[in-house]
């Protein structure tokens, strides 16, 4: 499939909503805690079995954005985009199988395996486009895209919940849920696969930074630099940061108030989450766009060494004042998705906009490890901590030390980025060239 050139005169502002269109609906999956409890009871499940489907997502997540990362670049915006909707959709229609058939198996390859390579080839489907579209603002632009999958789950948790109230929480609703969620996710993200196009030519924005002048390296090339490797332990330590508190928040501010005058409700600590889904959502477009005014490196100063402090007055003070614990948390949770949405500018700045898109699909291994790593802590301690007799915010202390440790591991990274060794750079990229002489006049 030869990705679709954009005619005279389109705007470039057409291509941040094709990307939106399907990071919405992949960001569905931080949604997938709406499922877990009727799941586990309609089909007799533990907490641990209700979240591999996530988990194997997360984790597929990772490793197709890697492997599928030169083809996407190959192949272009719209191929990528029609994957992610084949198989982000046909994996709730596998789980709907599954769900009904009350075959759990089903369920964690469908959602898991198969959902998980779209949302994979997905998130970074629109990446390399629009670097080339707003070589002026690649930060932004970026941002405007990932911050979709941030908020995906702004939408998709009251529309499941509302799904489940109205279908019923047996195996049969969740069933109809999940076909629903597949059917709608296609026409939704068959938006973006419509709409995307590629700049005619390798300058789209007058007098703006031709997207293949300056360093350019390859793929290949890229993950054999030291820069490329500091970025990975860069964007770890700073998943695993933020993944610690989102995938525990509700029980977690519990915890930390329970013994106070003003224990937290569950509708108040389902407030919470939702409040930090947004921190999260305005942080991927907030703190990119910020970027593009001080640099990647200054910001990733302030996502790992603000975002330490912020543990720190959580572990010494958090228990006595609820706005400071909610404070720090929505701050932990914008640099989360800030630095999400600022990794691919970063990439951009060190290794050029050649093969970006490719690179940064496997810098995203480092999100599947951290999506394993940040909850095995927390929920790992806690769990200890609770057997040896321990209570509230006595829990996560360790925990939280653990990820002070961590963002200053990443702090460090950050300093030690360089500018890549002019021995990887290619001085007239060969498939650039070609892709230009077969672009239509």
Known sequence: MSPPVAPPGWSRWLVPPAALSVHLSIGQAYAWSVF???????????????????????????????????LVERNGPRWAMTV???????????????????????????????????LGIGYISPVSTLIKWFPDRPGMATGIAIMGFGGGA???????????????????GIALAFLV???????????????????????PVADGPGVVDGVQVSARSAVRTPQFWCLWV??????????????????M???????????????AAAGFVALLSAANMAGRIGWSS????????????????????????????????????????????SFYGGGFATVPAYLKDLFGAYQVGAIHGRLLTAWSTAGVLGPLIVNWIADHQKAAGKHGPDLYGLSFVIMIGLLV????????????????HLSVPKEAADGRREQPA
């Open 84 to 118: 992610a909707l084949v198989c982000f959709s046909s994996g709730f229609l596998i789980s709907a199988l599954g769900a009904a058939s009350e075959q759990y198996w089903l369920i964690v390859l469908g959602y898991g395996f198969v959902g998980g390579i779209g």
């Open 181 to 203: 969620h597949g059917l709608a996710y296609a026409v939704f993200m068959s938006l973006g696969v419509l709409l995307v196009r590629v700049p005619r030519t390798e300058q």
């Open 253 to 267: 501010i519990t915890d930390f108030f329970a013994d106070t005058s003003t224990p937290v409700s569950v509708s």
């Open 290 to 333: 910020a970027s593009d005014l001080i640099g990647r490196k200054n910001i990733y100063r302030v996502y790992l060494g603000v975002g330490a402090l912020m543990y720190l007055l959580i572990a010494s003070f958090g228990d006595s004042s609820k706005p400071l614990f909610v404070l720090c948390a929505l701050v932990i949770l």
């Open 234 to 251: 860069v964007l770890c330590m700073n998943v695993t940061a933020g993944i610690g508190i989102l995938e525990k928040a509700a029980p």
């Open 409 to 424: 591991i990443g702090f460090i990274a950050n300093e030690l980025v360089r500018p890549v060794h002019p021995r990887h």
């Open 36 to 70: 877990k409890p009727p799941l586990e009871s309609a089909l007799h499940l533990n907490g641990t079995e209700s979240a591999l489907p996530f988990q194997l997502a997360i984790v597929m997540l990772g490793l197709s954005a890697a492997f599928g990362g030169t």
């Open 154 to 172: 702004l939408i998709a948790s009251p529309w499941s919940t509302q799904m489940l109230q109205s279908f019923g929480s047996d195996h049969s």
